[in-house]
């Protein structure tokens, strides 16, 4: 298995662009998960799908984030207009509807917002 | 509500000495736990998990023992490698979580290993 596809894996934009992030989760995975990390505020939970829905966003920090799910293979996590704040590294996650709830994470998208 | 404490790093040691890096929690009922590790530049990847209590997760010479009495899963290393220079995560899934799949996850430690 390929494990959990992000890209692209350094993002450098300016102050105002919008930002898309993209992920592809293991195959069959059910659940979906948007990370942020920084040294400041370590890992966060940003929003997770079930089966292609949001089932709790209450981690995105403002209205300047956004993430869709159109499918089973492919999400997007969207900044709109980014701020050097949100320079941090972004990870997507997959899990299975059953078993242990193991979490498989990508490699991470670097953001640098300048 | 449930929670992850982890020991506070970072921590320093030789090649070859022995890592203890403490994790406790707070949850109801029996809940999966786990330790991630993540190294310089990568995402987060499972090391070990236990999912009932004196369950006992190993892998890569690291282990870690469910211990429900003391709400503990402390991660150990007999001898550590200049390789094992990471950032370690506890973190825990609910027991009976249904369709929340969030896991609570500790702040994580780094650990350097000199030569």
């Known amino acids: 298995d390929a494990g959990v596809i992000q890209s692209p894996r350094h993002e450098v934009t300016e102050m105002g662009q919008e930002v898309t992030l993209r992920c592809k989760p293991i195959?069959?995975?059910?659940?979906l998960f948007w990370y942020r990390q920084t040294m400041m505020r370590g890992l966060e939970l940003l929003i997770y799908f079930n089966n292609n829905v949001p089932i709790d966003d209450s981690g995105m920090p403002e209205d300047r984030f956004s993430a869709k799910m159109p499918n089973a293979s492919f999400s997007t996590l969207k900044i709109q207009p980014s701020e050097p704040r949100d320079s941090a590294v972004y990870f997507c996650?997959?899990?299975?509807?059953?078993?242990?709830?193991?979490?498989?994470f990508g490699p991470g998208t670097r953001l640098t917002v300048l | 509500g449930n929670s992850v404490t982890q020991m506070e790093g970072p921590v320093t040691l030789s090649e070859e000495a022995f890592l203890t890096i403490n994790c406790t929690y707070t949850a109801t009922g029996y809940p999966s736990l786990f330790w991630y590790v993540q190294y310089p530049g990568e995402g987060l990847q499972l090391l070990l998990k236990?999912?009932?209590a004196d369950d006992k997760g190993s892998n890569k010479g690291f282990e870690a023992t469910y211990r429900k009495e003391t709400t503990s899963f402390h991660l150990e290393k007999g001898s550590v490698q200049v390789s094992d220079s990471a950032v370690y995560f506890c973190a825990l899934s609910p027991h009976n979580a249904g369709n929340n799949r969030k896991l609570i996850w500790g702040l994580g430690t780094s650990l350097a290993v000199n030569p």
């Open positions: 195959s069959g995975h059910d659940y």
């Open positions: 236990a999912t009932k």
């Open positions: 996650a997959s899990t299975e509807a059953t078993g242990t709830n193991t979490q498989y």
